[in-house]
């Protein structure tokens, strides 16, 4: 998954592209987890790294949106 910012008016190849507000941002070792509510509730995780976190400045109430390949989807329920 891709994240990114300001993304509204871009032109894109992928057909996946989903955007929301940071609920969480969780930082680990190496990298960073960055949940994002697309609404209804439903939250979209990626793993970024800390460094493209900063450069996008992901924080908790941030807009950001989620560029991603239909194959790259995993989906868990409970």
Do not use: W, Y
Request: net charge negative.
């Amino acid at each position: 998954i891709i994240l990114g910012t300001n993304l509204h008016e871009a032109k894109i190849s992928a057909r996946n592209f989903m955007c929301g507000i940071v609920q969480r941002v969780i930082d680990g070792p190496v990298s960073a987890e960055i949940d994002i509510e697309i609404g209804n509730g439903t939250l979209l995780s990626a793993v970024i790294t800390h460094e493209s976190a900063r450069k996008l400045d992901l924080q908790e109430g941030s807009h950001a949106c989620a560029i991603f390949k239909a194959s790259s989807v995993l989906i868990g329920v409970a």
